[in-house]
C-alpha cells in the first residue's frame, strides 16, 4: 500500500495499529494453532519453536522467491519470522534450522517438491474453491493392478452429489512434478470447486479420476529422473489410460462415453500426450500451465504427436491456462502452443490467472474455467 508524502505521525501509528489488528490465521493451520498469520498487506507472521537453533531462515517454493523476510529469537525459544508483503496464492514453504530442511509444526503437511511440505494459504479474497452451503459430492480411494507398470496403481474419484442417477461423463486429471494423487483434493480444492459449480448450474456433472502422473516398472524406476524418464514415463501412462484405466473405470462406475483430460505442469504434458494420441476418446484437453519435454527448436512437438489433431474429424476443445506472473519458461511453452494452433487454425480458448506464479491459485482457477467448457 502506499501513503501520501506528507503524512502526520499519528496517521502513520493509526495505521500501523490497524494493520496490526487484521492480522488473520492461515487456513492452512493445524487445529488450536495461531500461526502462520497474514495482514491486510499480506505480509506474514510466522512463529515457530526451535529453542537450541542458532539459525532459522524462511525458504520455500516459487511463491516464496520474490519475498524477503526477518527472522529474530526470543527469550522462550520461539522465533518470530515477518515478511514483505507475498503474492496470492498457495505456496510450499520450510525452514532452514542450522542448515536443515524443517517443516512448520504449525501447518498441515501437503505432498510437494517430493515430499511432506508446509503450506500457507494467501488470499486472493475469491470464494469459488471455499466449501459453501451446497450439495456436496465425495471423493473415494481406488486402485488397480496394472500390467504395464507391474504394480497396484491408486488415484482418486471425485462422484458429484446424488451420483447413480444418471450416467457421467469423466475427466482424467492429472498433478505436477513433485506431487501426488493427493494434490487436487487438498491443494486444488477440488471438491468445493466442483460443487460450488454444480449447484449454480454453470457446469455439467462429471466424474473426476485423479491419476498419479508416474508410470514406470521397476526396472525404468532405476533409470536418471530426467526429461527422457518423464517422456517415456508419460508413455507408459498413455497406455495405462487406454488399456487399464478406461476400462476399469467404465465398468465400476455409471459412465457415459464423453471423455475430457487435462493437467498441471508436468500433468498439462501428459494430458496433451493422451489427448491428442487418442482425439477420439477425448472431447477436450486441458493445459495448465503447459509444459513440452524434448522438444527442439527444428522440432518443438518432438515428443508430442499434437499434429493428430490436425487429422483427425473430431476436434477436441483445447484449452490453455497460465497464471500471469510465471517464469518465462512456461511462456515459451504457452507461445510454442498458441503459435502452432493459431497458424493452424485449431480453435483453442485462452485463459490468464490475473497476478499469479506457478501455483496452485492458478491450476484452480483453470479447473474452474475448464469445467464450465466441457461436456457441453
Known sequence: MQYPHKVSLIAILFSSIAFSQTYKTSSTVLSG??????????????QVYFPDAKSVILDGGDGMKSIKSSASKGENGFWNISTSPMEIGFHYYWFNVDGQRTNDPNTQLYFGYSQPTSGIEVPSGEDFFLEKNVKHGKIVNDSLRSEITHGTRKFKVYLPHNYGSEKLPVLYLYHGTGEDITGWEKQGYILHILDNLFAENKAKKMIVVMDYGVALNPEQEKMPDNYPRTVLSSKNLDKIVIQELIP???????????????????????????????????????????????????????ELPIGNLLKTKKKPYFFIGIGEKEDVLFFKFNEVLTTFLHQNNYPYFQYKSPETRHEWLTWRRSLYQFSQHIFK
Open 33 to 46: 494453532k495461531e500461526f502462520p498469520k497474514i495482514d491486510a498487506e499480506r505480509k506474514a507472521e510466522f
Open 248 to 302: 476399469y473405470i467404465e465398468k465400476k462406475y455409471k459412465t457415459s462415453d464423453k471423455k475430457a483430460i487435462a493437467g498441471l505442469s508436468r500433468g498439462s504434458y501428459q494430458a496433451m500426450l493422451i489427448g491428442v494420441s487418442h482425439p477420439e476418446v477425448f472431447s477436450a484437453i486441458g493445459a495448465f500451465s503447459p509444459v513440452i519435454y524434448e522438444g527442439t527448436e527444428a522440432e518443438p512437438f518432438k
